[in-house]
């Protein structure tokens, strides 16, 4: 079975300081990949997507950035973080050519 | 992303209650998603809806894909404290990989 992994699960961070979150999907080939961020536990705001390995879509302009270093790992990064940046940070997922998202756990950011 | 239409965004029920919520969006869908999301995690896959008419059960919820493809509704029959959480529709963008999302029913249940 599938299974989505995120890490870390929860992060304290000073403003102007590097990010980097990561996200593994296990028991599936070629997934599509999506960075959604959510606030006050509604309105799941898309960032980034990936349909495979170095292939970025960017939807919101930010100082976020996303890469794809392998076809089950997606990485959310920032060079220096904003207080805006604070919220929750989810990964997900579908089987390419599929209609269906699988969630992972998410990571909860606050930069202080 | 675009939003659903999702009703009602809250709602507070007494535990044994019935529960009824929808989603309504001004383009046809193909797939309806219904998921459930506990207080910081991730939302969870409750139901998924592929066929316009289409009636789908999981234990005590059943959704239904609207026959105009253009709405979604979720019953949960006899509530238990457990049910708490946020409800969110979601349905794919017709040409692309991305999915529209509704903006969530709160749903309390009162023991």
């Known amino acids: 079975s599938q299974t989505i992994h995120q890490w870390p699960a929860t992060l304290v961070q000073p403003v102007g300081s590097p990010l980097s979150l990561e996200c593994t999907v296990e028991g599936t080939s070629n997934p599509n990949l999506y960075w959604y961020r959510q606030a006050a536990g509604r309105g799941l705001q898309l960032l980034f997507y990936s349909v495979g390995i170095g292939q970025i879509s960017s939807e919101v302009p930010q100082n976020l950035s996303a890469s794809r270093p392998q076809d089950r790992q997606f990485i959310l990064s920032s060079k220096k973080l904003l207080l805006s940046d604070s919220g929750f940070y989810l990964c997900a997922w579908t089987v390419g050519g599929t209609d269906t998202q699988y969630f992972g756990p998410g990571t909860r950011l606050t930069v202080l | 992303g675009q939003q659903l239409n999702q009703s009602p965004q809250s709602m507070f029920i007494q535990e044994g209650e019935d529960v009824s919520m929808n989603c309504t969006s001004s383009s046809i869908f193909n797939t309806w998603l219904w998921y459930k999301q506990d207080p910081g995690e991730g939302p969870v896959l409750l139901i998924a809806?592929?066929?316009?008419?289409e009636l789908t059960s999981n234990g005590r919820l059943t959704a239904q894909f609207g026959i105009t493809r253009k709405d979604s509704f979720l019953n949960i029959s006899a509530s238990i404290p457990s049910d708490v959480g946020i409800y969110f529709c979601?349905?794919?963008?017709?040409?692309?990989?991305?999915?529209?999302f509704g903006t969530g029913t709160s749903l309390t249940v009162i023991p």
């Open positions: 979601a349905g794919p963008i017709a040409t692309g990989n991305q999915f529209y």
């Open positions: 809806l592929y066929k316009a008419g």
